[in-house]
């Protein structure tokens, strides 16, 4: 089975850039709740779209789903609700892909940001050797299974940085090297290989499109979605404790842009048949604000 291992943040699929001033719990809170009372009121807040889809597609097709879910649920156990439920589950099945030029052109909420960074990690055997040490690493059972936040299923993601700290202090690693702590050693490689992909060539690029210089690293963390190991993705929603989140593909699984990290064509519906993949081939990175919902979806071949 394909597995989607991403560089991500301590609430999602992904690894999270965040304002070095961040914002205190309420009064992140208090943006949240305006930011939701603001998108239940405005359905336009954000466009998100495929390659020759337009805002008014996106507008017909959420009306679609809203009047088959209707009829599904009030006509239930007659053929016009099973026909709608029939419905439902064919526009469920189409997995589309996100358009990145076509929504930053029709998005009137300028100040969202979803886009893509072809080759953050140029080098095929960066990638490779860092999908190598997560596979040593399961091997010896630490990736993490405690519950996830956002649904309660294993997290399988091992934490990199937390707060804009390494989880090891390098001369504490190099102090136990000779006791052969494999552990210790795998992170150490890990943090070693990660250090310039983002810090030399991600961050300055998120400075640049935020036109923030005080944004600063936060959070970088490991995950792998493997069905054999219980988790094929995560549901949507947003990282409102971040500023900007980030994910890198470390395999080609979302290459093709109807797989893995998706994002929704519609703030207000969050129905399958809405879902917009990132094409995201190896060494690729997304990159999006807090206020973009998303989740993460692998299916198997």
């Known amino acids: 089975p394909p597995s989607f291992p991403c560089l991500s943040s301590s609430s999602s699929s992904s690894y999270s850039l965040h304002d070095a001033s961040r914002s205190s719990y309420n009064t992140r809170r208090f943006i949240t709740r305006q930011f939701f009372q603001k998108q239940r009121s ?11 889809e337009t805002y008014k597609d996106v507008q017909k097709l959420q009306q679609l789903i809203e009047e088959l879910t209707y009829k599904a649920v009030h006509r239930r156990g007659t053929e016009d609700g099973l026909q709608a439920l029939m419905e ?7 997995r589309r892909p ?14 969202s940001l979803a886009t893509v960074l072809p080759n ?10 860092i999908v190598s040490i997560i596979d040593e690493l399961q091997r010896m059972d630490c990736l993490g299974t405690n519950p996830d936040s956002v649904d309660g299923l294993p997290s399988l993601h091992i934490n990199l940085i937390s707060d804009g700290i390494s989880i090891l202090e390098k001369e504490d690693t190099e102090e136990n090297a000779e006791a052969d702590d494999t552990f210790e050693r795998c992170i150490q490689s890990l943090l070693e290989l990660i250090h310039p992909i983002i810090y030399e060539s991600l961050l300055p690029k998120v400075q640049e499109m935020t036109k923030d210089a005080n944004i600063q690293v936060g959070d970088v963390f490991l995950r792998r979605y493997d069905a054999n190991a ?22 080609d699984v979302a290459a093709n842009g ?7 064509a519609s703030a207000t519906c969050n129905h399958a048949a809405m879902r917009r993949y990132f094409p995201l081939r190896r060494g690729d990175a997304a990159v999006h604000t807090w206020d973009v919902l998303h989740g993460v979806d692998v299916q198997s071949d």
Do not use: M, W
Request: aromatic fraction near 8%.
């Open 230 to 251: 219980g988790r094929t993705g995560i549901s949507a929603h947003y990282d409102v404790y971040s500023k900007v989140t980030a994910v890198i593909a470390l395999d």
């Open 88 to 94: 439902l589950g064919r526009l469920s099945a189409v």
């Open 42 to 52: 405005n359905s336009n807040s954000l466009q998100i779209c495929t390659e020759g």
């Open 120 to 129: 953050v990690v140029p080098d095929e055997n960066i990638t490779q050797d």
């Open 258 to 264: 109807d797989n893995g990290l998706f994002t929704t």
């Open 98 to 111: 996100f358009h990145f030029l076509a929504s930053a052109e029709g998005s009137p909420q300028r100040n």
